[in-house]
């Protein structure tokens, strides 16, 4: 996969995306980042990339000329067609299922704003989508678009060593993840839960299953309504609920 990205801080993207588990896919080519600053095709002696907004209030706007050259630029440089997204508190909200989405697309284009805002002209004629990590606002796209492109990468064939690990992540399956534990098996804050030293595959499964089914519905209510359950599902987490209740 191939991901450009327009930003004033291509440095902060790269550096942001250059560790662990998308640092590697990045050094094995599983996934090529390239950074484009608008202001290296800003023509006036300034390298001015933004101005004031019409209408007046504060803040400035990022032009359009700039981010149109850097975007002409990244479009040219490779040819698969790219999906151009804006990173934008006002774009739709980043879930897993559209993190799997983006995975699939050969190439992405990220446009990062800062200031204000961007030119509106450029957004509708130029970008495919907006995007947003979350209901708060940031001091520039930068930290949104490491955020995508870790989320994406880690989903790219071959970036992580158990190609099992993202399915049982959570929102994998639309559910949070389970709780895990390693050596030591006992530990002055408390033991490793009897079942997962068992042995017993199933046992551990169907153990595993029940947490991953009650923490959603203890932390992420909101999630296990949308989460497709069979009947062994259902009976698991009623099960939950009731001991729950009890040690309450
Ligand atoms: N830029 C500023 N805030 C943002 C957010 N919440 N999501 C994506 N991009 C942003």
Redesign the pocket.
């Known amino acids: 996969m191939r991901i450009d990205v327009l930003s004033l801080f291509p440095q902060a993207v790269d550096a942001g995306t250059g560790y662990g588990v998308v640092g590697r896919a990045r050094e094995r080519g599983l996934l090529q980042l390239q950074g484009w600053n608008p202001r290296d095709y800003a023509t006036d002696p300034h390298r001015t990339v933004d101005d004031r907004p019409y209408g007046g209030g504060p803040g400035m706007v990022m032009t359009i000329e700039p981010l149109r050259a850097a975007l002409a630029a990244a479009r040219a440089a490779a040819p698969e067609p790219a999906r151009v997204i804006h ?3 006002q ?1 739709t909200r980043l879930e897993q299922a559209g993190v799997r989405r983006l995975a699939a697309l050969p190439r992405l284009i990220l446009v990062c ?1 800062r200031y204000e805002a961007i030119d509106e002209r450029l957004l509708q004629a130029e970008v495919d989508e907006e ?4 209901d ?3 001091s ?2 930068e930290l ?1 678009a490491c955020i995508v492109i870790d989320a994406v990468g880690r989903l790219l064939d071959g970036a992580l060593g158990d190609s099992d690990s993202a399915q049982q992540d959570s929102f994998g399956d639309g559910l949070l993840d389970c709780g895990h534990w390693t050596r030591p098996e006992q530990h002055a804050l408390g033991a490793v839960p009897e079942i997962l030293r068992s042995g017993d595959h199933l046992a551990i499964a169907r153990w595993r299953r029940q947490q991953a089914l009650g923490r959603t519905w203890l932390r992420r209510p909101d999630l296990l309504a949308r989460a497709t359950l069979d009947d062994r599902d259902r009976d698991l987490l009623a099960q939950f609920i009731t001991q729950w209740r009890q040690r309450c």
């Open positions: 990173l934008s508190p774009g704003g995007l947003s990590i979350g708060y606002v940031l520039g796209g949104a």
